[in-house]
């Protein structure tokens, strides 16, 4: 690469769009959230965006990045917008109620105490309690905060839940729609229902990270990049709430639970389960994160939640130095008061794998048939794959085999499956 006359750096074709989806990733959320304060609706502030990405497609190759290029793409969309009202007529107005909205918030600022621990100005925030808005399907919130926030496209989005793209860009459509018809502001909650709509963020930000830590479906048994754009929205929704103890806890709970990645499948991307891991390939400088962002949650006081409950368990594991010497009567312990905090089926059927870890087989097949009697679970693979589990150990293995022919034919995930279906088979 050289320098231009400008100082920008000019470039082949192949590493300005490298470069230019480096920025996209990075400051998408802030780029997006800058214009929607502008021109006051998400949905066009994202399309003024989009527009500015392909004008720097067109640009750059050929007169160079700019030193500050999101900055570039920023001025770009904004001069877009002005553009938009000049045609629209409506120039004069809308430059005069910019100004006086500038106005206010100065006078504002004036009369402003120095500072206010309660207060949240932060336009990022704002566009992520959009994303995460209440009158948006789960699935829709994970794309759009995928999209928006996280800077992925929607083919990437795809890929990562084993979609075809034409339905990611149908959720991402409609629920541009949505907000747009529910006239959503572009405005962090009020302290009334901010806890509410932060738990529906939370809730977001958990279940992206699962899918790849634990694929429901397709080839690979993780998607771990899934799980590392989740841990990167976390790690920006705590800098920008430090005194939320959940956002903190969650954090934990994924550094911790990401730390064991490199040891769960082996080079040809089969499933490696906790037993058979070589802990020295353990991420340790993530359990070092997860580990203060847990102490961190805990300073903030209150107790811990259900993430906070979550991220102990997982730092019993990768405190270990093995299986056998895993402090499995605690972990049992913290699974009962998750339980009490947030009741699960399924966090009883982890309690049952735990306690056959401290207690014994038999203890923990009780408490499987119980949750299978119930029917909590019913059509949920991991139900009979832990029973069967129990019952190989019990030495019952003409019954293990035929639980884990039942967890392999409702398992979505193809190495899942194959894994399930060797236990079935073997002798």
């Not at 999101?70 to 969309?77: D, P, Y």
Request: hydrophobic share 45%.
């Amino acid at each position: 690469m050289t320098d231009d006359h400008d100082g920008a750096m000019v470039g082949s074709t192949t590493d300005v769009e490298r470069t230019i989806a480096a920025v996209w990733r990075i400051e998408s959320a802030k780029i997006v959230a800058t214009l929607t304060r502008m021109v006051g609706d998400f949905s066009q502030a994202e399309d003024l965006a989009q527009d500015a990405l392909l004008e720097a497609l067109r640009q750059w190759p050929a007169d160079g990045t700019p030193r500050n290029p999101a900055a570039w793409l920023t001025a770009v969309a904004k001069r877009r917008a002005i553009d938009g009202w000049r045609r629209q007529e409506r120039f004069d107005d809308r430059i005069a109620t910019i100004a006086y909205d500038l106005e206010r918030e100065q006078a504002d600022a004036m009369d402003a105490d120095p500072w206010d621990p309660d207060a949240i100005d932060d336009d990022v925030l704002r566009l992520v309690f959009i994303s995460c808005h209440p009158v948006l399907s789960r699935e829709a919130s994970v794309a759009l905060t995928l999209r928006v926030i996280g800077g992925l496209s929607s083919e990437e989005i795809a890929r990562a839940f084993v979609v075809p793209t034409a339905t990611v860009q149908q959720r991402i459509v409609r629920a541009k729609k949505t907000l747009g018809a529910a006239k959503v502001p572009f405005e962090v909650p009020s302290r009334q229902e901010y806890a509410e709509r932060l738990s529906a963020v939370l809730g977001v930000l958990y279940l992206i990270f699962n899918e790849g830590h634990a694929a429901s479906s397709g080839a690979d048994w993780m998607r771990p990049e899934l799980s590392f754009e989740a841990i990167r929205l976390t790690r920006v929704l705590t800098a920008l709430v430090p005194r939320e103890r959940d956002a903190h806890s969650l954090l934990a709970l994924m550094e911790l639970t990401a730390a064991r990645f490199p040891a769960r499948v082996d080079a040809k991307g089969e499933p490696i389960l906790l037993a058979d891991q070589n802990r020295g390939r353990w991420d340790r400088s993530r359990i070092s994160r997860g580990r203060a962002a847990l102490e961190r949650a805990d300073a903030v006081g209150h107790g811990r939640g259900a993430y906070g409950l979550q991220a102990a368990i997982a730092e019993c594991h990768v405190i270990a130095a093995s299986v056998e010497s895993t402090d499995w009567e605690r972990i049992v312990v913290l699974y009962e008061a998750l339980g009490r905090v947030a009741p699960s089926p399924i966090v009883e059927l982890n309690r049952a794998a735990a306690v056959a870890m401290a207690t014994g087989a038999a203890s923990a097949l009780r408490i499987i048939d119980r949750i299978a009697e119930s029917g909590a679970l019913a059509g949920y693979h991991l139900l009979p794959a832990t029973r069967g589990e129990m019952l190989l150990r019990l030495g019952r293995r003409e019954e293990a085999r035929s639980e884990f022919a039942t967890a392999a034919e409702l398992a979505g995930n193809d190495r899942e499956r194959a894994l399930l279906e060797a236990k079935a088979s073997a002798d």
